[in-house]
T-cell receptor, first 117, second 112 residues
């Protein structure tokens, strides 16, 4: 099956600093990538959708200046949490839809645990 | 707006038991429905995807059914094992939509 990787798998940063998370589709071209946030014991919350070469579309309530998303190629998307605060601590998961896959299936990365101290 | 509900929220069963997880959705105009498994601290693993034109999909001990008209899907797990312990999420892709809508999940514990 299609594989999506994320790096890093976990990161600890100090309040006020910025953190970049990478999401890669390893064996397919991803026309669309999605970024989710998940709090403990809760389901996934979609933050934004990005298409290769286009600006990301953010969900209501998600600050686009705080969560910068770049989808520069068909295999790489990045999420940068700028000026991180403790309330940004969460589990961030990316997902990708494959170009040419007829079933419209989404593949998910293993997630990145962000802790802001 | 599409809403997805999963019942029960948590389930604990003895090893070997057959079990059913339920998922309901409010808007029957869907493109497909996916069942995922999530282990603690991990990402999502896709288990089964059912297209809107299909009634069921099977993979090993797992069988997922879809009744689009009633807005329901079930995930049947046969002969459960402790390794099946995880949170199971269902998600639907609306026919006119641009993203998956997730349920809150069912946390399954299979006791040895």
């Amino acid at each position: 099956g299609a594989v999506v990787s994320q790096h890093p798998s976990w990161v600890i940063c100090k309040s006020g600093t910025s953190v970049k998370i990478e999401c890669r589709s390893l064996d397919f071209q991803a026309t669309t990538m999605f970024w989710y946030r998940q709090f403990p014991k809760q389901s996934l919350m979609l933050m934004a959708t990005s298409n290769e070469g286009s600006k990301a579309t953010y969900e209501q309530g998600v600050e686009k200046d705080k969560f910068l998303i770049n989808h520069a190629s068909l295999t790489l998307s990045t999420l940068t949490v700028t000026s991180a605060h403790p309330e940004d601590s969460s589990f961030y998961i990316c997902s990708a839809r494959a170009r040419g896959f007829p079933r419209n299936e989404q593949y998910f990365g293993p997630g990145t645990r962000l802790t802001v101290t | 707006k599409q809403e997805v509900t999963q019942i029960p929220a948590a389930l604990s069963v003895p090893e070997g038991e057959n079990l059913v997880l339920n998922c309901s959705f409010t808007d029957s105009a869907i493109y497909n429905l996916q069942w995922f498994r999530q282990d603690p601290g991990k990402g999502l693993t896709s288990l089964l995807l059912i297209q809107s034109s299909q009634r069921e999909q099977t993979s090993g001990r797992l069988n997922a059914s879809l009744d689009k008209s009633s807005g329901r899907s079930t995930l049947y797990i046969a002969a459960s094992q402790p390794g099946d312990s995880a949170t199971y999420l269902c998600a639907v892709w609306r026919a006119s939509g641009s993203r998956l809508t997730f349920g809150e999940g069912t946390q399954l514990t299979v006791n040895p």
